[in-house]
């Protein structure tokens, strides 16, 4: 049973809107979040992580929101840009180590 | 700069082998993880090592076993390969507790195929 869902395999969005992708988890004991990207033939690498205690964190381009009481968070991405193009996990902090979510595509065209 | 290097890129074995993955970090960390990445699945846990010659598994361990003999190498082998076990083979690192932002460095991988 999954823990941490993304329930979107893929997201197509056009270069300088907004990309929004959705993570959903159903353990109310996580308490700090993180989004990771994922290039072709590389590993995964950080981008922006969110505690239990705030609701938004913000890192230039990239702004994570967690509803805690939703059980859901998002990462916002503006505008989004070629290069954002990638595999996005979200994942979340248990007992010292990670639960990822499936991945989600999300392809940015120019 | 902080790397994990993966021993291969790509592997091609076949059935019923012993495979071994290794990876190495130059980071001091203690923790290492061994993770797995298939489509649809995102990335799940295979066994995890807190330290030296200690061990822990994670979510899909059956048909893998893992060795960490120094600190900054934790292998991960499969005792004999089969064709569900083709895959996308992470390794990561991180401190202990995780102290700041970046949780876990990732390895680039190694593509795994079993015929």
């Known amino acids: 049973d999954q823990q941490v869902k993304q329930n979107s395999p893929s997201l197509s969005v056009q270069e300088g809107r907004i990309s929004i992708l959705n993570c959903d988890y159903t353990n109310s004991m996580f308490d700090y979040f993180l989004w990771y990207k994922k290039y072709p033939a590389e590993g995964p690498t950080f981008l922006i992580s969110?505690?239990?205690?705030?609701d938004k964190n913000e890192d230039g381009r990239f702004t994570v929101f967690l509803n805690k009481s939703a059980k859901h968070l998002s990462l916002h991405i503006v505008p989004s840009q070629p290069g954002d193009s990638a595999v996005y996990f979200c994942a979340a902090d248990y007992g010292n180590k990670l639960v990822f979510g499936a991945g989600t595509i999300l392809r940015v065209k120019s | 700069d902080v790397k994990v290097t993966q021993s291969s890129r790509y592997l091609v074995k076949r059935t019923g082998e012993k495979v071994f993955l290794e990876c190495v970090q130059d980071m001091d960390h203690e923790n290492m993880f061994w993770y797995r990445q298939d489509p649809g699945l995102g990335l799940r846990l295979i066994y995890f090592?807190?330290?030296?010659?200690?061990?822990e598994k994670g979510d899909i361990p059956e048909g893998y076993s893992v060795s960490r003999e120094k600190k900054e190498r934790f292998s991960l082998i499969l005792e004999s390969a089969s064709t569900n076990q083709t895959s996308m083979y992470l390794c990561a690192s991180s401190l202990p507790g995780f102290a700041g932002d970046e949780k876990l460095f990732f390895g680039s991988g190694t593509q795994l195929s079993v015929l």
């Open positions: 969110i505690s239990s205690i705030k």
């Open positions: 090592s807190y330290d030296v010659k200690m061990k």
